[in-house]
């Protein structure tokens, strides 16, 4: 019986957190994606700002997300990069961040 369990037993080969499930418990094993683990300690976001606010950020700057998903809970991050263009269809430019967990 002891076999049988380790045969049924998933192991990750790395760290992480389990974002989603694409199992059921009694339900047949496929060779597809069972669960995806994502490293939910260095999130990276993508923003955009108006272009009037932009010369009020600079990479490097200290930030705090957040977003319907985090809740009332603030994450903070660094700003990483800046695009150099604002986007063809209106006056904003895209900011991309690293969030740090703890």
Do not use: F, P, Y
């Not at 999130?43 to 998903?69: F, H, M, N």
């Amino acid at each position: 019986m002891k076999e049988k369990i380790e045969d049924c037993t998933i192991t990750a080969t790395q760290d992480g957190t389990v974002t989603a499930i694409n199992a059921t418990v009694g339900a047949a094993a496929n060779t597809g994606i069972v669960a995806v683990l994502q490293d939910t300690d260095h999130l990276k976001v993508s923003v955009t700002i108006d272009e009037d606010d932009i010369k009020k950020v600079a990479v490097g700057q200290s930030v705090r997300i957040k977003s319907d998903a985090t809740g009332d809970e603030e994450i903070n991050g660094t700003l990483t990069q800046l695009s150099q263009t604002a986007s063809s269809s209106q006056d904003w430019n895209r900011l991309r961040g690293r969030g740090h967990s703890g």
